[in-house]
T-cell receptor, first 112, second 113 residues
Framework: GQSLEQPSEVTAVEGAIVQINCTYQTSGFYGLSWYQQHDGGAPTFLSYNALDGLEETGRFSSFLSRSDSYGYLLLQELQMKDSASYFCAVRGRNQAGTALIFGKGTTLSVSS | TAGITQAPTSQILAAGRSMTLRCTQDMRHNAMYWYRQDLGLGLRLIHYSNTAGTTGKGEVPDGYSVSRANTDDFPLTLASAVPSQTSVYFC????????????FGSGTQLSVL
């Protein structure tokens, strides 16, 4: 089967940097994705790592280490609008074929 | 472009009744998915379809059925609803069966009483 672990909550202040970690277990690994979801909204895609290393997209970066089954999402220059839930997800081989399986999510609260 | 449209937005349903949640996409994506989201449990995959005419079971398929008669539509049916099916249901699609980048609908809030 598959499992993903990420912290349930993270708090930070505006302008700070925060890192949300994700560890995963899966049989057959293809990549690690990150999604953002604001309260009452739908999840939206942030990033995807198929290979080891850092991917940067503006203030957000995502890192993957396949040997450690570990990745993280790095948010820099935090803004109030970054307050949301963040989900890591893996596409691995299981009874669901290769559909995305999500972690339980990390709630990020940014204060002024 | 509308993307993915889900209907209804919300629904209150008596236990034992049946209901179909509708999902339509206009992006011509091959793969479609149904997830349910419950507080503290994240998004859990119910059923998926890699292409029209095929479907598969996800993590929590019991009590739900799907069909994929064409590319655009992927309805989710609850044959006999139970209170534990109270949840927010999201339909999603992706251009490839790998599904790294999913596009989500706005969700259906379902309450089973």
């Amino acid at each position: 089967g598959q499992s993903l672990e990420q912290p349930s909550e993270v708090t930070a202040v505006e302008g700070a940097i925060v890192q949300i970690n994700c560890t995963y277990q899966t049989s057959g690994f293809y990549g690690l994705s990150w999604y953002q979801q604001h309260d009452g909204g739908a999840p939206t895609f942030l990033s995807y790592n198929a290979l080891d290393g850092l991917e940067e997209t503006g203030r957000f970066s995502s890192f993957l280490s396949r040997s450690d089954s570990y990745g993280y999402l790095l948010l820099q220059e935090l803004q109030m609008k970054d307050s949301a839930s963040y989900f890591c997800a893996v596409r691995g081989r299981n009874q669901a074929g290769t559909a995305l399986i999500f972690g339980k999510g990390t709630t990020l609260s940014v204060s002024s | 472009t509308a993307g993915i449209t889900q209907a209804p937005t919300s629904q209150i349903l008596a236990a034992g009744r049946s209901m179909t949640l509708r999902c339509t996409q206009d992006m011509r994506h091959n793969a479609m998915y149904w997830y349910r989201q419950d507080l503290g449990l994240g998004l859990r995959l119910i059923h998926y379809s890699n292409t029209a005419g095929t479907t598969g079971k996800g993590e929590v398929p019991d009590g739900y059925s799907v069909s994929r008669a064409n590319t655009d539509d992927f309805p989710l049916t609850l044959a006999s609803a139970v209170p534990s099916q109270t949840s927010v249901y999201f339909c999603a699609s992706s251009s490839g069966t790998g599904g790294e980048k999913l596009f989500f609908g706005s969700g259906t809030q379902l309450s089973v009483l």
